[in-house]
C-alpha cells in the first residue's frame, strides 16, 4: 500500500482501536513503538502519522517520549490525550499538573468550522475524555479548533504544518461521530484515498505469496475455525496445488464438523485435503482424565505428534502456513497501566513448536480479526465459517466436565446441535459471541411420562463479548430458552434437566472446563 497512517504507540489501551477506525476509512495503518527513531518511521513513508493516547503523565520520571524529530518529518500528524501534552512539550506550548483525571463524556464546542478536522460535522458533538494533565497554554502558531466545559484547547490546530491535538478520544465508541473526525484526518487532512480495500489486499496478498513460495509446497493446519480457513482461502488462490491442508479430527468436533469441512474445502474449494481421523487415538489418551488442565495437555501434546507425522507423509513441504493475526504480532508497549500488555490470552500461546523445520507463510499477518472476516466474504467462504463463533483448540473435551468418553461426547453433541440449531432458527446465533450446551458430572432425579428417571444435565451457555476477556450472559427470550429446554430433555437421550448459566465473565469463565 502506498498510503499508510503510521500509530505511534505510547500505551494507550485504545492504540489497536485507532488502528482499526483508519483500516474502517479504507486507509492501511500500522502501530509502531512510541519511541522509534524518525529517521526509521521516515523510511515508512507515513502519508500522516497519529500520536496514541497513554496511561503516563509527561511529568512522569520514565514517560514515554518520541524521538522530537517526529515532528520536523512534515507529515500531517494528529495527537491524542496524552499526544496533546507531547505536542505542547515539544512545540512550546505549556502543559500543567492536574491532581484529577477528568473521565467521561463531555460536548465539545467547535469555535473554528474553517478545520478540515470537523469538515461535514455539527458545531457540537459528543465526545469521551480521558486525560489528566491539562494544557494551558498553546503551543507556537497553533490555534484553538475547539472548546469543552472543562477546556479551553480541547482541539488546537497548526493549520500550516497540518498538525492538530485533541483532548480527547475520536475513536472509541462513546464519541459517536468520532469516526468521521478520524476520516476527514486521513482523508481531507492526510490526502489518502480509499486504497485498503480487501479486494485490493487479495491481489497484494496474492502476489506476495507467489513470490515467496516459488514453486514450492505449503502446509496448512486446518482447524475449521475463521483464521486458518480463510489463510486456507487465500493461499490456494494463489498457488492451487501447492497447497496442502492437514485437517485433524480429535473426536472432540461438534456435530457434522468433519463432514462440513471436507466438503467446503475438499469438495467445493478442490484443496489438497488430508483428513486424519485420530479420534481412537485421542480419546485412548483421554481415558480416565478428569483434570481440565492435563485435558488440555494431551489433547495439545497429541496434536503435535499427529500434525507433525502427516506432515512428513504430505511430501517434501517447505513452507508452513498460519492464520497469525495482527493483534498477535503488536509488541505491546511496556509501560506500567497499561492494560493492553497484561492481556494476552493464554489460548494462544503455545500451538505449534518451533523446531519444525519450516519457513512460516502469514499472509493474515497485518489483518484484525474484522477484516479477516471480511477477507473470507471476498474469497467467497460461506458464513458459516466467516461469521462463525469462537470454539476452542481442545474442543467438546472442556465442555464434558469430568471425564471424556465417547458416549458422554455424542450426548453433548446431540445437545449442542439443538442449541445452534435454535439460535439459528430464531436469528439469534450470529448476534452472540459464543451459545453452546455444557455436559454435567451431576446426574438428578426427574419424572418422565410415569416413570422416574436419573439422568444427566446439561447447561447452556449463552454469552456476548467484545473479545474473550469479558463477558456477559445474554438475556435471551424466555420462549426461546423454553424451546431449548424442551427439545433438548426430550430428543437427548440421557439428559432430563436443563440450567441456563447466568455468570458474567469475571468472575466466571466462558467455557466451564
Ligand atoms: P475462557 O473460557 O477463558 O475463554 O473465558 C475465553 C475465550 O477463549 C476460548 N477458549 C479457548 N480457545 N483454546 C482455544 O483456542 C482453548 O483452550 C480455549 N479455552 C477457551 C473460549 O471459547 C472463549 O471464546
Known amino acids: 500500500m502506498s498510503e499508510k497512517i503510521v500509530i505511534l504507540d505510547f500505551g494507550s489501551q485504545y492504540t489497536q482501536v485507532i488502528a482499526r477506525r483508519v483500516r474502517e476509512c479504507s486507509v492501511f495503518s500500522t502501530i509502531i513503538p512510541f519511541d522509534t527513531p524518525a529517521s526509521e518511521i521516515r523510511k515508512l513513508k507515513p502519508t500522516g502519522i ?10 512522569a520520571k520514565d514517560a514515554p517520549l518520541p524521538d522530537k524529530k517526529v515532528f520536523t518529518l512534515g507529515v500531517p500528524l494528529m495527537g491524542i490525550c496524552f499526544g496533546v501534552q507531547l505536542l505542547a512539550q515539544f512545540m512550546g506550548g505549556k502543559v500543567e499538573k492536574s491532581s484529577k483525571r477528568e473521565y467521561g463524556k463531555g460536548t465539545l464546542t467547535v469555535t473554528d468550522k474553517s478545520s478540515d478536522l470537523f469538515k461535514g ?16 497554554k498553546l503551543p507556537r502558531d497553533f490555534k484553538v479548533v475547539a472548546t469543552t466545559e472543562n477546556s479551553d484547547y480541547a482541539v488546537i490546530e497548526h493549520r500550516k504544518k497540518k498538525v492538530f491535538g485533541l483532548q480527547f478520544h475520536p475513536e472509541v465508541v462513546h464519541t459517536p461521530r468520532g469516526r468521521e473526525i478520524i476520516s476527514n484526518f486521513v482523508h481531507n487532512v492526510c490526502g489518502c484515498g480509499r486504497e485498503w480495500t480487501m479486494a485490493n489486499y487479495i491481489e497484494q496478498a496474492v502476489e506476495q505469496i507467489r513470490s515467496q513460495v516459488g514453486g514450492e509446497h505449503v502446509i496448512l493446519g486446518l482447524s475449521g475455525g475463521v483464521d486458518s ?20 479430527n480429535n473426536g472432540l468436533l461438534r456435530a457434522k464438523e468433519a463432514e462440513a469441512v471436507q466438503n467446503l474445502f475438499g469438495r467445493n474449494f478442490k484443496m489438497k485435503l488430508r483428513y486424519v481421523n485420530a479420534t481412537n487415538e485421542f480419546l485412548r489418551r483421554l481415558k480416565g482424565i478428569t483434570n481440565p488442565e492435563r485435558k488440555r495437555k494431551v489433547i495439545g501434546n497429541h496434536f503435535i505428534r499427529v500434525f ?5 507423509k504430505a511430501g517434501k513441504a517447505r513452507f508452513l502456513a498460519q492464520g497469525t493475526l495482527y493483534p498477535d504480532v503488536i509488541e505491546s508497549v511496556p509501560i506500567a ?20 523445520k519450516f519457513q512460516l507463510v502469514e499472509p493474515l499477518r497485518c489483518l484484525f480479526k474484522d477484516e479477516v472476516r471480511e477477507l473470507g466474504r471476498e474469497l467467497g467462504l460461506p458464513r458459516e465459517v466467516v461469521d462463525r ?22 450426548v453433548l453433541r446431540q445437545a449442542d446441535a439443538i442449541v445452534i440449531e435454535e439460535m439459528k432458527r430464531n436469528d439469534w446465533y450470529y448476534k452472540v459471541w459464543q451459545s453452546f450446551a455444557v455436559l454435567l458430572p451431576v446426574k438428578s432425579v426427574g419424572v418422565m411420562g410415569d416413570e422416574r428417571t436419573y439422568e444427566d444435565s446439561v447447561a447452556v451457555r ?3 463479548s467484545m473479545d474473550g476477556m469479558t463477558a456477559d450472559w445474554v438475556k435471551l427470550p424466555y420462549e426461546l430458552l423454553e424451546n431449548i429446554s424442551n ?9 432430563n434437566r436443563c440450567v441456563f448459566d447466568i455468570t458474567s465473565k469475571p468472575p466466571g469463565t466462558i467455557e466451564w472446563e
Open 50 to 59: 497519529i500520536l496514541s493516547g497513554g496511561p503516563s503523565s509527561v511529568f
Open 121 to 136: 460535522l455539527p458545531g457540537s458533538l459528543q465526545v469521551w475524555n480521558s486525560h489528566g494533565d491539562k494544557l494551558t
Open 337 to 356: 497501566g497499561n492494560p493492553a500488555a497484561l492481556i494476552k490470552s493464554h489460548h494462544n500461546v503455545g500451538g505449534l513448536p518451533k523446531n519444525l
Open 487 to 495: 427439545r433438548i430433555i426430550n430428543e437427548v437421550n440421557g439428559v
Open 229 to 248: 480457513s480463510v489463510a486456507a482461502a487465500l493461499i490456494h488462490r494463489a498457488i492451487g496445488d501447492q497447497l496442502t491442508c492437514i485437517f485433524v
Open 308 to 312: 507433525q507425522d502427516e506432515t512428513k
Open 389 to 410: 463463533q469462537p470454539f476452542p483448540g481442545p474442543g467438546l473435551a472442556v465442555r464434558v466436565m469430568g471425564e471424556v468418553t465417547r458416549k458422554r461426547l455424542e
Open 462 to 464: 449463552v454469552v456476548d
